[in-house]
């Protein structure tokens, strides 16, 4: 079966970095995607890797290595906004997304 | 961006009755919508697929003659779920595609029924 996994609650301090950790198996791979949905709210676009490597977004980076199907969102200067699920997701070979369960980020002052 | 917009944004109704939500891409033309249920401090789970002019792709235990889908149009699909039970209660979010890569996301429709 399809899955990803990643951790259910992380929590952080204002101002610093933290990585969000994302682990996938699915029936094959065509891109990797991070949300973040703030409360009561849909999901917004964070950021997209389909190659190895990082892609740096401002504060936010993604990292992805499909050999080892990992992928990691790395908050920096975390401000309290930042307080949210981040949801990873994998488009399979069929092109349709496979949502994790998310991760929901709490900062603190 | 690619803006979506959902209508009603919430919205409160009795067992046994139908309720339909729209679905609208404002500045593109999505040819792929996306409806999606979430509950309660779980994840998106997808409903269906909706493509534009053919009949929707519902995915395994989604009931297609409860939530129905219809996808009139490039710019709008709606959901309605009919005969509303309390269980139906929920978060509901519809997506469109622009191009192979991002979906955008509508903001989304919280459903109460009592």
């Known amino acids: 079966g399809q899955n990803i996994d990643q951790p259910t609650e992380m929590t952080a301090t204002e101002g610093a970095i933290v990585q969000i950790n994302c682990t996938y198996q699915?029936?094959?791979?065509?891109?990797l995607f991070w949300y973040q949905q703030h409360a009561g709210e849909a999901p917004t676009f964070l950021s997209y890797?389909?190659l190895d490597g990082l892609e740096e977004k401002g504060r936010f980076s993604s990292f992805l290595s499909r050999s080892k199907g990992y992928s990691y969102l790395l908050l920096k200067e975390l401000q309290m906004k930042d307080s949210a699920s981040y949801l990873c997701?994998?488009?399979?070979?069929?092109?349709?997304?496979?949502w994790g369960a998310g991760t929901k980020l709490i900062i603190k002052p | 961006g690619a803006v979506v917009s959902q209508h009603p944004s919430w919205v409160i109704c009795k067992s046994g009755t139908s309720v339909k939500i729209e679905c609208r891409s404002l500045d593109f033309q999505a040819t792929t919508m996306f409806w999606y249920r979430q509950f309660p401090k779980q994840s998106l789970m997808l409903m269906a697929t909706?493509?534009?002019?053919?009949?929707?792709?519902?995915e395994q235990g989604v009931e297609k003659d409860k939530f129905l889908i219809n996808h009139a149009s490039l710019t709008l699909s709606t959901l309605t779920v009919t005969s509303a039970h309390p269980e139906d209660s929920s978060f509901y979010i519809c997506?469109?595609?622009?191009?192979?890569?991002?979906?955008?996301f509508g903001p989304g429709t919280r459903l109460t029924v009592t």
């Open positions: 890797n389909v």
């Open positions: 997701a994998v488009k399979d070979s069929n092109y349709q997304l496979i």
């Open positions: 997506s469109a595609t622009l191009g192979e890569v991002e979906q955008y």
């Open positions: 699915t029936s094959g791979f065509n891109g």
């Open positions: 909706s493509n534009e002019g053919s009949k929707a792709t519902y």
